[in-house]
């Protein structure tokens, strides 16, 4: 039996305490990646999966930043797996959903090989976010579309938020 979601997404507010902008980034990362999974028809498996890792994909920022006194996309990879795997075991999820999800933390800044729906999601979902986040340019996210985005309702989110006008034109 696994972790209710909503419990996963409650540890990680609590994991991530005096970090607003790191729970606000999660949140938003879980909500685009399960809107993306829904209409790509992931099994509930996947969709699990999923989730988990949206939820979890940055907790390595907190580790490294404990241990290393900073952090890069790198050292997140390295750190985020096994903070995660301490969570997910707290929350009594088998070792199946882990060991892709340990994957998924581990390689969710590396573009090359993405070898599945839910690493796929999971990258989108990300750059929906950052691409908010870090104020990219106009040719930046042209870029980072037709590189990243693969499923349609990715790309559909993409050009809604960040490449059609709103109500004033801009
Ligand atoms: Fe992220």
Redesign the pocket.
């Known amino acids: 039996m696994n972790a209710n979601i909503v419990d996963v997404l409650a540890k990680m507010i609590n994991y991530e305490q005096g970090c607003p902008h790191r729970v606000n980034?999660?949140l938003k990362?879980h909500s685009f990646a399960r809107i993306i999974s829904e209409a790509e028809g992931l099994n509930s498996s996947e969709q699990y999966i999923l989730e988990v890792a949206a939820a979890m994909?940055?907790c390595g920022i907190r580790a490294s930043l404990l241990k290393h006194g900073h952090y890069n996309g790198k050292m997140q990879e390295e750190e985020g797996p096994a903070v995660a795997d301490k969570m997910m075991l707290e929350l009594g999820i088998d070792e199946a959903i882990r060991d892709r999800v340990r994957f998924l933390i581990g390689h969710?800044h590396t573009y090359t090989n993405i070898d599945g729906i839910d690493y796929r999601i999971l990258v989108e979902a990300?750059f929906l976010?950052?691409i908010y986040e870090d104020g990219l340019s106009a040719d930046a996210i042209e870029s980072v579309k037709e590189k990243y985005f693969i499923t349609k309702k990715g790309r559909e989110i993409l050009i809604s938020l960040y490449q059609t006008p709103n109500e004033s034109g801009k």
Do not use: G, R
């Open positions: 980034h999660f990362v994909h940055d969710h990300d976010v950052n």
